[in-house]
């Protein structure tokens, strides 16, 4: 019963054309279908009529007006606006009426399911790239770091040594400068 109040709801919504859309946004029917193929790459599910044809209704004019506003003066991408557009207008709920099981839906989700593949191969190469470079990057660290240890080691070893000949040489300049000690009356009357 509530699923058909839910036909019945669906069946008396007013539905837009493509040429009707174009017009209300002010741009061409033809950038209007490029726009609804990438939100249906996104996961954006269109109503679609016995001959497969998108049928608008007024929840996709307003998810296609925030499309037109995300991508104003290049603000966003197309790509980035059809992603946030899928995921914040999206419409399922739990009683909608299921997409066809249609050669061309099935075309268009496992060309997404491509995408979605192709870009979880591309983060897993980069992912493995990243942990390479930093395996890498920490071992050349590891390795700047013993020498920096053996480095300051020699140097110390060489300051001590330094300091040790510094200090026998000081000693050695000491002895020579030692005055003698003076002579007594008797060594000084007898010339000794």
Not at 30 to 52: I, M
Not at 71 to 82: N, Q
Not at 167 to 183: C, I, R
Request: aromatic residues 8%.
């Amino acid at each position: 019963m509530n699923n058909d109040i839910t036909v019945e709801m669906v069946m008396k919504e007013k539905v837009y054309s493509t040429k009707e859309i174009a017009d209300y946004l002010s741009i061409a029917d033809s950038t209007v279908r490029k726009w609804c193929l990438l939100l249906e790459e996104h996961g954006y599910n269109f109503r679609r009529n016995e001959f497969q044809k998108r049928e608008y209704v007024e929840h996709d004019v307003i998810a296609l007006h925030k499309f037109k506003d995300l991508t104003k003066d290049g603000a966003m991408s197309l790509e980035d606006a059809a992603i946030a557009v899928s995921s914040n207008y999206s419409r399922v709920p739990n009683n909608a009426i299921a997409m066809p099981d249609t050669k061309e839906n099935k075309r268009y989700d496992e060309r997404y399911m491509r995408v979605l593949e192709d870009k979880v191969d591309a983060l897993t190469e980069m992912m493995d790239r990243q942990l390479q470079f930093n395996e890498a990057l920490m071992k050349k660290m590891d390795e700047q770091q013993k020498l920096f240890s053996e480095r300051m080691e020699l140097s110390d070893q060489r300051l001590v040594e330094a300091m040790k000949m510094i200090n026998n040489t000081q000693k050695e300049l000491a002895a020579a400068k030692a005055p003698e000690p003076p002579k007594g009356f008797l060594q000084r009357l007898l010339g000794k």
